[in-house]
């Protein structure tokens, strides 16, 4: 299969090819964040990035790709949407240096966070420049023929930024309440989650140039696939590894943070289990003995099977939406339909 | 005297036209920045920019001020250049409050900052709304006829909030120093401060349409301009007053926090009072006593003369780059004039 003089054997050599020009760009970009004095802003986004050395873990890059393959799925190449790729990860990582700190996180892809190599006030510099460069990025990596798409582009990227700050300002008050409803918790999760899957697939059909209803459905596919996708990431957050998560086991129980599973468990448990989660979780921080007991008490609840339904009914919902947004699936549909596949049979 | 059918007495009366059409706007996009749920961000903003009660200290508003009247000066009126005002005050706003988080600044415009009364992690998302905020302004108030301005636009302000991350690294990196030459930092200042009041002033141009020379002219008054600003802070910053600063007296000199009359005075003063300077300056916080002796032995040294000095440079500099942007100068060229001369006059 040849595109553009290149042979691509596989899918999988197509991919690498997206991922090899988006390191290119983000590497470029962060070598640019720092002046010549100001050196150590370039050293804190390219270690937060995973670019400091080869093989350092750079995330999963779900919302990037997604980014290239809505617009591939539009029949267009993935170099004509670098700039939202290269934008929505800029958006995601951000936001996780802001997490970090706000969650007093450690650990991130394995490495240290960028507060606790540098301290909190750093990171607040890291994480604000990181926000500036979602527009530099744009307005550099934009093909100039382009240009009439560089609104919408902008205006797609800085509602998404602002609603991952509304969902972050919800999840962190949710910390301080135990009667958060589940209704609350998805309006909370599609904020701080959601907002920037559909912003990516969404981008990627501006970058393909197509009409507001494509747009619609890759918007909502993006949406559900958002939603599911941390629903997932709240079931492994309780039952999963430090292997699987890159961050401590139960990170997401400290604090009192508030996720699906305990959110369940304290509505659908048994009455004596539920009074003890719900005085649990009005401690400042857990001990592992307490942390342990939580995790039995969600165990216990059917938090895990409606967690799991959840998630499952998201996905076939993107996958529907998915199937909609183009009339013939190319290899990027379906390698956009693997990404929900994968994320189905870590529910089996 | 009448423009677009309103009569305007004086130059006071266009003052505050403008400045009531930029509280409109403020107010408008405060409002809009967070949603129902997360109606805790709109409180964080409002608060922090003074809109919460009528007669809250909003700021000088210098920054929004030379961008609407740069336009003015170039014989447009203010009304094109509102969305380049609310951007820069927008750059503004969100620096302070991560400012105020770092430097655990308690007091801003005389009221208690966003992470005193919030909490750091909320202040941190009221600071990244702030920045996602100001792509979002231009995008919606750029008069449509004027979308060939945007990528100029958003090109010069994506840079100016990088400068602004940039210069917080290097004036926290100080901190950690006591060989700061006065180069390193005036180039300090001129990334955290200068840059945004050069971004103002050429964005005032770029609302105008005029040419790359125009805004090479409006830019440099910008830039010297903010220098002085600056340079006069850091006196009063010393020598001032609470009710002049909003900020508590000596909150400069804690921390160990660099400014041009503590370097002059590190590098000019007699010998004994540099050993004792620069020892206290090591101190991880200032008892009041050692605050005192501080400002003592800054005031022994020739370091105001020096400041005064630098900054008169740096106003006349501004006035001579004013008074080259346009061959006529009218109301507005004679308002910006007016900033060179009300901080000339400081220095008195």
Chains 1, 2 share one sequence.
């Not at 926000?131 to 990227?157: K, Q």
Request: charged share 25%; net charge positive; hydrophobic share 45%.
């Amino acid at each position: 299969m040849i595109v553009k003089g290149r042979t691509f054997a596989s899918r999988t050599d197509r991919l690498d090819a997206m991922n090899a020009a988006l390191d290119r760009e983000l590497g470029r970009l962060a070598q640019r964040v720092g002046s010549s004095q100001s050196a150590l802003l370039t050293e804190m986004v390219q270690h937060h990035l995973g670019l400091r050395k080869a093989g350092g873990s750079r995330g999963k890059r779900l919302r990037a790709n997604i980014a290239l393959l809505s617009c591939e799925a539009f029949g267009r190449r993935y170099a004509d949407a670098i700039w939202a790729a290269v934008a929505v990860e800029l958006v995601h990582n951000f936001s996780l240096v802001f997490d970090d700190v706000q969650d007093h996180d450690e650990l991130r892809r394995g490495r240290a966070s960028v507060w606790k190599l540098w301290g909190v006030n750093q990171a607040i510099n890291a994480g604000a420049a990181l926000e500036a460069l979602v527009t530099r990025a744009v307005i550099d990596l934009l093909p100039p023929r382009h240009v009439d798409r560089l609104r919408p582009a902008l205006s797609l990227l800085s509602e998404s930024m602002l609603a991952l700050c509304r969902g972050q300002v919800l999840d962190l008050q949710f910390e301080q309440r135990v009667d958060v409803s589940v209704d609350e918790y998805l309006e909370m999760i599609g904020l701080k989650t959601a907002a920037l899957f559909e912003c990516a697939a969404r981008l990627g059909g501006v970058a393909a140039g197509v009409g507001e209803a494509s747009l619609e459905k890759a918007g909502k596919f993006g949406y559900h696939l958002g939603i599911a996708f941390q629903v997932i990431d709240d079931i492994v957050g309780v039952w999963g590894s430090t292997t699987q998560t890159g961050k401590p086991v139960g990170s997401d129980l400290k604090n009192g943070k508030k996720t699906l599973p305990t959110l369940i468990a304290l509505k659908g448990g048994a009455a004596g289990n539920r009074r003890v989660l719900r005085s649990l979780l009005t401690r400042a921080r857990f001990t592992a003995a307490e942390m342990e007991t939580a995790r039995a008490i969600i165990g216990q609840s059917n938090a895990e099977v409606v967690c799991r339904r959840q998630a499952a009914e998201h996905l076939a919902e993107a996958r529907l939406q998915l199937f909609g947004m183009t009339e013939r699936p190319n290899w990027a549909v379906r390698a956009l339909a693997e990404m929900v596949t994968t994320l189905e049979s870590s529910l089996v």
